[in-house]
């Protein structure tokens, strides 16, 4: 089934998918493709070069400098010691840090259905080829 036709296949196998008793390529590929869009965003964040820790040392510095506007606002002086370990304690920081702990859990489940549906296109591959070479040694 050509790409034109992804939004459109109904859950048919081939016949020769149906004699070799294989799940369909095409429906293999849907699957992939719907879970495609949120593996891509996860994989941006959290994949191997990803963004999520550039992302969260950006707001951890943006979260610093409210500190300090904030300590300038009343005259206070603070040590970056001390800025740093309030900007670690904003709220702001800990909600970032337990999203970034589900998105980085949620990017693992798709990661791993990702890897099952190629694992599955692989043995239905091998199956098709057992099939044909049962098949010719039958004839």
């Known amino acids: 089934m050509a790409w034109a036709s992804r939004d459109t296949y109904n859950g048919e196998v081939t016949a020769l998918e149906a004699r070799a ?25 959290h994949g191997n070069n990803g963004k999520w820790d550039a992302k969260r040392k950006q707001l951890l510095e943006a979260l610093k400098v409210r500190v300090r506007i904030e300590a300038q606002a009343k005259n206070e002086k603070v040590t970056e010691g001390l800025v740093d370990a309030l900007a670690h304690a904003q709220d ?6 337990d999203e970034g702990i589900v998105g980085a859990t949620r990017y693992f489940e798709v990661q791993t259905a990702m890897d099952e549906i190629t694992e599955q296109i692989e043995a239905r591959s091998a199956a098709i080829f057992a099939y044909s070479a049962e098949a010719r040694l039958g004839r």
């Open 21 to 45: 008793d294989t799940a369909s390529l095409e429906g293999l590929h849907v699957q992939r493709r719907q879970l495609l869009p949120e593996y891509a965003a996860l994989r941006a964040l």
């Open 92 to 97: 702001q920081y800990i909600q970032f840090i």
